[in-house]
């Protein structure tokens, strides 16, 4: 079974600009949850998707946003660069039954704003 | 609030010490909890924990969780290199609606 699958591996971007971020997980997933990864805070929760709907939502504020289709790939976006905003970006996916089951993380994108 | 809080935040030993990693936790509806290994980029998998006092071994590594305490210890025996990396918990709560949150990590590098 492949993995999860996340792209671009790398992107820089200048200050003001918007970006898009993207995630597929494995295949018969239907949960995706994203994380951004910075040295001083650890990895903090973005939000979650199952079956298109935003599940959960951590305490970042509205220029981060996301989005699920149909085949449970998932994109989140970015606008209004802001320096602070350079972070991995780690995508995770799990079952249906995640209770009882671990999240799957992808290689995540290494976002640097300049 | 939900809190995790993982010690050391740091560990730097030498090739064949023995670690011991604690995360302990504050969450409502707790069920159960995860270790991950980060390396470079994607963190995996190494052990979900349900039941307290049940030790999950898998080689070098061993886990156990106890649920009176609020806490779990990850020991790496006969540590190598190649156990260098970032190692992270979290408790998974009851609701599949509720956020996953992580503590910060224990960032263990090996000398050899």
């Known amino acids: 079974k492949a993995g999860v699958t996340q792209t671009p591996r790398y992107l820089i971007k200048t200050r003001g600009q918007q970006v898009t971020l993207s995630c597929s997980p494995i295949?018969?997933?239907?949960?995706v949850s994203w994380y951004q990864q910075t040295p001083g805070q650890g990895l903090q929760f973005l939000f979650e998707y199952f079956s298109e709907t935003q599940r959960n939502k951590g305490n970042f504020p509205g220029r981060f946003s996301g989005r699920q289709f149909s085949n449970s790939r998932s994109e989140m976006n970015v606008s209004t660069l802001e320096l602070g905003d350079s972070a991995l970006y780690l995508c995770?996916?799990?079952?249906?039954?995640?209770?009882?089951?671990?999240?799957?993380f992808g290689n995540g994108t290494r976002l640097t704003v300049t | 609030e939900d809190k995790v809080v993982q010690s050391p935040l740091s560990l730097v030993v030498h090739e064949g010490d023995t670690v011991t990693l604690n995360c302990s936790y504050e969450?409502?509806?707790?069920?159960?909890l995860l270790w991950y290994k980060q390396e470079k980029k994607a963190p995996t998998f190494l052990f979900m924990l349900?039941?307290?006092?049940i030790e999950k071994k898998s080689g070098r590594l061993s886990s156990i969780l106890d649920k009176k305490e609020l806490s779990s210890i990850l020991n790496i025996t006969a540590t190598q290199t190649g156990d260098s990396a970032i190692y992270l918990c979290?408790?998974?709560?009851?609701?599949?609606?509720?956020?996953?949150?992580f503590g910060k990590g224990t960032r263990l590098h090996i000398l050899p």
């Open positions: 979290a408790p998974f709560k009851g609701n599949r609606d509720d956020k996953i949150i």
């Open positions: 295949s018969g997933h239907r949960s």
């Open positions: 995770a996916s799990s079952s249906f039954g995640r209770l009882n089951s671990p999240l799957h």
């Open positions: 969450v409502t509806n707790f069920r159960s």
């Open positions: 349900t039941s307290s006092g």
